[in-house]
C-alpha cells in the first residue's frame, strides 16, 4: 500500500521588507475568524421599494355628449370609451361608459340606468351557466345593491368607510373608501332618486397591492372628486322607461 504524503508549503509574508515565513495553517486560521466576524456582524434588511411614478398635470376637459343624460368634467390624460359588454352581454342603455388612464393601467366603470326603466339581469342557474332576466330599477334596490358590491371586498379589505355626497351642482350619493388589498378602493354612485342612477368604481390592471397603488389611488382621488363636484344631469334618457 503507497500512503499519498501532501506537502503542505509554507506561505510567504512581507513585513518591512523581510521575508517571513508562516505556517501552511496560519492562513486556514485567519480564513475562519473572518467567517465568525460575518456569521456575528448585524443584518440590516433592505426596504421593498417600488419604481417612481411621475404624475401628469392636472387638467381637465369636459365630457358633454349629445344625447347623455349626464355630463362632467374628467382628466386630459384619460380616454373616454363606451362600454359595449356587460357579462358578455350588451348594456341595458348606450350611456355606460369607461375612464380608462393608459398611463396608470387604471379604469372607472361608470354604469347608468333609469329608475322605473328595464333592468337585465343574469340569474344563475343549477348548472352554472346564466340567463337574461328582465325587470325593473327600484331606487331602493339599486341603493342596495351598491352597498353589497362595495361589502363584496370584506375578505380582503382592511376597512370600508362610506360618506354622503352633496355638491355645488345639487347632485347626491354616496362615496365608498375601501382599504387594504381590494379589487376596487373607490367606489360611488349618484342619483336624483326619481330618474337618474349612475355607479363608479375604479379598478387596475394589476393584482390589488395596497403599498404600491396608494400613491395613485391617493393622486387619482382628486381626479375622482373633481368628476362628481361638476358632475349634471341632462333630464334625458326618460324615454328609456
Known amino acids: 500500500m503507497h500512503i499519498l504524503k501532501v506537502q503542505t508549503k509554507p506561505l510567504v509574508s512581507f513585513l518591512n521588507g523581510k521575508r517571513i515565513w508562516l505556517p501552511a495553517n496560519c492562513f486556514l486560521f485567519i480564513a475562519c475568524c473572518f467567517f465568525l466576524y460575518a456569521c ?7 426596504k421593498t421599494a417600488y419604481f417612481r411614478i411621475d404624475f401628469p398635470e ?68 343549477q348548472n352554472g351557466t346564466y340567463r337574461d332576466s328582465v325587470g325593473i330599477n327600484v331606487f331602493d334596490k339599486m341603493v342596495n ?40 378602493a373607490k367606489q360611488f354612485f349618484l342619483s336624483d332618486t326619481t330618474t337618474h342612477f349612475i355607479r363608479g368604481a375604479l379598478y387596475f390592471d394589476v393584482n390589488p397591492n395596497v403599498d404600491s397603488l396608494r400613491p ?23 324615454n328609456s322607461k
Open 40 to 46: 456575528n456582524s448585524t443584518y440590516t434588511s433592505k
Open 145 to 184: 345593491d351598491a352597498f353589497n358590491l362595495t361589502n363584496k371586498n370584506e375578505a380582503v379589505a382592511s376597512s370600508i368607510r362610506d360618506s354622503v355626497i352633496h355638491t355645488p351642482n345639487g347632485i347626491t350619493g354616496v362615496f365608498f373608501r375601501v382599504g387594504g388589498n381590494a379589487a376596487t
Open 216 to 238: 395613485v389611488q391617493d393622486f387619482l382621488q382628486a381626479d375622482i372628486d373633481h368628476l362628481i363636484n361638476t358632475f349634471k344631469w341632462t333630464n334625458k334618457g326618460k
Open 58 to 125: 392636472r387638467k381637465y376637459v369636459p365630457f358633454q355628449k349629445e344625447g347623455y343624460p349626464y355630463s362632467f368634467e374628467y382628466p386630459a390624460y384619460a380616454n373616454i370609451i363606451q362600454d359595449s359588454t356587460f357579462f358578455d352581454s350588451n348594456p341595458e342603455n348606450p350611456w355606460w361608459i369607461n375612464i380608462d388612464f393608459p398611463v396608470f393601467h387604471g379604469r372607472i366603470f361608470l354604469s347608468y340606468k333609469v329608475i322605473g326603466g328595464k333592468a337585465m339581469y343574469k340569474l344563475k342557474q
